[in-house]
């Protein structure tokens, strides 16, 4: 069974720092490219940045270009994505996603990152 | 960027009945690269549909996808109690991937 699980996600300060990670379990993550996305309550998902399978590749949304920064650990199946500069629209739930072709197969459950004073 | 945008925002409607899900995008999508999600409250969004028409696994064939260019359909026949969500689309015919704001299917 596909498992993918996220972590790293609470509140913090605008400004501050936050590294959220992705357990990968179930296929061959190694493989696939991987993706974050985001989504605040009532609003449709927004795709963030994605990362070819073996992390030679990787591109981002402009609202988190030069802030934002996807990385992967293939020998621990694990997705990362360290975030600095955090500013109150960065407020999101935030799923890392299996996705070879553009659209997202497999979602996690999400982790909650909340930007505020 | 392409901008997609789901009408209606909300469909009311009674079991049984066919659901039609409308996504126009800014710009023509290029090789039919467009699929759509549900999202049920506290879940994460599940893949229904892909390259315009294809099901996902698992997905019943109630559900149908159509459409070319700019303008998409997902179509739900007989909606099941389990049907009433929210459905997005979404684009992968550009670089930056873009997702519509949503058509809710509620109960009537």
């Known amino acids: 069974e596909v498992q993918l699980v996220e972590s790293g996600g609470g509140l913090i300060q605008p400004g501050g720092s936050l590294t959220l990670s992705c357990a990968a379990s179930?296929?061959?993550?190694?493989?696939?490219?991987m993706h974050w996305v985001r989504q605040t309550p009532g609003k449709g998902p927004v795709w963030v940045s994605r990362i070819k399978s073996d992390g030679s590749y990787t591109t981002y949304a402009d609202s988190v270009k030069g802030r934002f920064t996807i990385s992967r650990d293939n020998a621990k199946n694990t997705l990362y994505l360290q975030m600095n500069s955090l500013r109150a629209e960065d407020t999101a739930v935030y799923y890392c996603v299996t996705g070879d072709s553009g659209y997202f197969l497999r979602w996690g459950q999400g982790t909650l990152v909340t930007v505020s004073s | 960027e392409i901008v997609l945008t789901q009408s209606p925002g909300t469909l009311s409607l009674s079991p049984g009945e066919r659901a039609t899900l409308s996504c126009r995008a800014s710009q023509s999508i290029n090789n039919n690269y467009f699929a759509w999600y549900q999202q049920k409250p506290g879940q994460a969004p599940r893949l229904l549909i892909y390259?315009?028409?294809s099901r996902a696994t698992d997905i019943p064939d109630r559900f149908g996808g159509s459409g070319s260019g700019t303008d998409f359909t997902l179509t739900i026949n007989r909606l099941e109690p389990e049907d009433f969500a929210v459905y997005y689309c979404?684009?992968?015919?550009?670089?930056?991937?873009?997702f519509g704001g949503g058509t809710k299917v509620e109960i009537k």
């Open positions: 390259h315009t028409s």
């Open positions: 979404q684009q992968y015919s550009s670089s930056v991937l873009t």
């Open positions: 179930g296929f061959t993550f190694s493989n696939n490219w």
